[in-house]
């Protein structure tokens, strides 16, 4: 574009740049409060926060072992002045998320050291201990899980960690990873969720639209059939969910909308059942016998009278709803919120009294965290068999605490940086406490690094010490060079098991090539031996020589490699341009029209 005025243009162009600058900050600033502000209010930064919950060891602390392979979480345990400290019983948990190392299902003991972990690669939740026919069993769920949904399968395992029962739902349908409960007549309690056609228009949706209907079965464990089975839309109205249907939920089978969102079973002293149904925040008894519901506490239609000011049926979200017959009470975690954008509310664990034949309900207790965290999903309450604790886990957030029946923290723990649970870096869907005893078959763990041995025996609950053996040996065989190590062992000394991995110092005078480890109980009776193992040799030293070396070639290669990169791109720039000398000097060079008319005067002879 062509300017007869060079000064009016350039005022018109700076007229028009202050506009400019001035909508881009306006956009940028929008940019910023709808993107970046959420973000940062998630951060739970407090005063009086431990470089642990600031995240200063990461947001889910693990440490590695040398015999084991796979890494364990570090707790942050607090046990206020006072207090009577954490309960002595083993914590069942299966931690998950970007900051977890290694998935799957774990035991921890009351210090916090592992116990047994094992690494799933899919999916692990639900895991615990329950009692079926009078034995413990390690029940988990592992599988696919898509948009708070499983799909996968059930199972069981003995003292050995062996899958006893593989357990799927009857009919054609996925195990849901929400509940696997054995009931008090030892069969299995199981939640499913199914894609089912239904009429959408009460909530705003179409009349042609699917929901995941709400099942739950009930399946005799060891052979696998089916017992009772109940669903939601034949009982329930649509429109009590408190859920918002948004597109394009409800209007595909592979998106349908989840209105009930069942995510607890238990029964009753009757034999009825009791489910949680989060989306319609409420807890629904249901008939044995017809599958009428008896009675709903809580939600849209609630049938109970408050009589703890709506503190007993305000409950919103909710998990894991139990029955507790001694006490004719229910055990409730209340999340309070699903997301972020929720009105600010701590979660809660409450003991809420039942009055069912005149429909009263009572709080009779009620459990915050010491920070009154909002956990949007997750989470559980157990009353702890044999005292008055009652723990209370958080789900979402990856902390699990220890209350007396009055309220009055006990015990306070963290598997994740507290500032940041809010972005569910690190989570257990459920945590419990209980008695174990783990009966492993494999053998025992060792690895001789210099003049120590480190040994582990992953989810031997009953080793109480290690004591160090020499092996006398033999040629049995001189063709095949096969050794005899059946003679007499000498024991050298014994080792106080020190947590999950131990460390033992192999004696100065310690000069036998092959020696073993021992477990021993409590009683000092062998439970299983390691493998042999051998002292660090001259061999070995070599080696490290010979990897030192290795190293050493490597980084002389590199560093020619980079040299010889470095010498091609500083020639690179002469190279090109002699290449391209001859078009540069054809170049086109503009001249001035005054110093033009200046020069052919100079050539006019005149």
Known sequence: MYCAAPRRCLEHRSSLLWPAIASAIVGLVYLFYVFAVPQLLRFDFRLGLSWYDLGAHGFGPSRGYVSFEDESPVLEIVEPEGSAGCDSRYTFLAPRGDSVPQSGPMILDAQGELVWMKHNWETTQDFRVQQYRGEDFLTYWEGNQIEGRGFGTWYMLDSTYTPRYVINPVGNYGADLHEFHISADDTALVTIYDPTLADLTSVGGPELGWIYDGLFQEIDIAAGDLIFEWRASEHLDINNTYHPLAAPAGNRRDSAFDYFHINSVDKDTDGNYLISARHFHTVICVSKDTGEILWTLGGKANDFQDLSDGKATSFAWQHDARWHPEMNSLTIFDNSAHSGDDPESASRGMVVSLDIPNRQATLRAEYYHPFHIQTVSQGNVQLLNG?????????????YSEFSADGQLECNVHFGASAYFNFGRVNSYRVLKGEWTGSPQTEPDAVVSGDMVYVSWNGATEVAAWRLETLDFTLNNTITGELDLDGDAVALGEFAKTGFETEIPLPSDFDSPIFRLAALDAEGNVLEFTVPLQRDSDE???????????????????????????????????????????????????????????NEADRDPR
């Open 387 to 399: 005292t008055d604790r009652v723990l209370v886990a958080w789900g979402h957030s990856a902390a």
């Open 540 to 598: 070995s030293s070599a080696d490290e020589v010979l990897d030192l070396r290795y190293l050493i070639i490597g980084i002389a290669i590199v560093a020619g490699t980079c040299g010889l990169v470095a010498a091609v791109y500083r020639m690179w720039p002469s190279c090109r341009g002699r290449r391209h000398a001859p078009w540069r000097q054809s170049e086109y060079h503009l001249i001035p029209v005054r110093e033009r008319e200046r």
